[in-house]
């Protein structure tokens, strides 16, 4: 009898001990999943402003791609260039596209004159781009076939 109740606490306390350790194990398995979540969550938003303006910045370029195709297309059709982005270029394109931002700063710049043209966007996170586009201004993406005629 002593030893059946001896066998008994001995192991009610190795399951006692044992569904702690369980706990502790699943626990510990729990915790290390939410950690990795977090760890993938801070990993992904590092810098989230940057992340925005490099977002913005894409959005300015592919939109100056746009409008140098548009102008391009309107030359070929009409033998002239449009005089500015605000001519109905309905036919070309459903929308004129505008900075991101769109303010004093951050907005799309067109010059042109007779057959030559240049596009203009000031970026907000990408120098090298700016830099390297063969434009006369090294803060702005300039795009079209006379980047001179905007300067900074
Ligand atoms: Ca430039
Ligand atoms: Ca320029």
Redesign the pocket.
């Known amino acids: 009898m002593v030893l059946s109740v001896l066998c008994f606490v001995v192991l009610r306390i190795a399951i006692v001990s044992k569904i702690p350790k369980g706990h502790t194990l699943i626990e510990l398995v729990l915790v290390m999943g939410i950690v990795s979540i977090l760890f993938a969550v801070v990993v992904l938003n590092v810098n989230p402003l940057e992340n925005k303006q490099n977002a913005r910045d894409q959005k300015r370029m592919s939109d100056l791609q746009l409008l140098d195709r548009v102008v391009n297309e309107y030359l070929v059709d009409k033998k002239t260039l449009p005089t500015s982005l605000s001519t109905d270029l309905s036919e070309y394109t459903v929308k004129i596209p505008v900075d991101p931002i769109d303010d004093a700063i951050y907005y799309y710049q067109y010059a042109q004159n007779v057959v030559t043209y240049e596009l203009?966007a000031v970026l907000e996170n990408s120098p090298d781009i700016?830099?390297?586009?063969?434009?006369?201004?090294?803060?702005?993406?300039?795009l079209g076939n006379d980047?001179t005629l905007i300067s900074p």
Request: no cysteine; proline share 0%; hydrophobic share 15%.
């Open positions: 203009s700016s830099k390297n586009d063969g434009g006369n201004d090294d803060d702005a993406y300039e980047l």
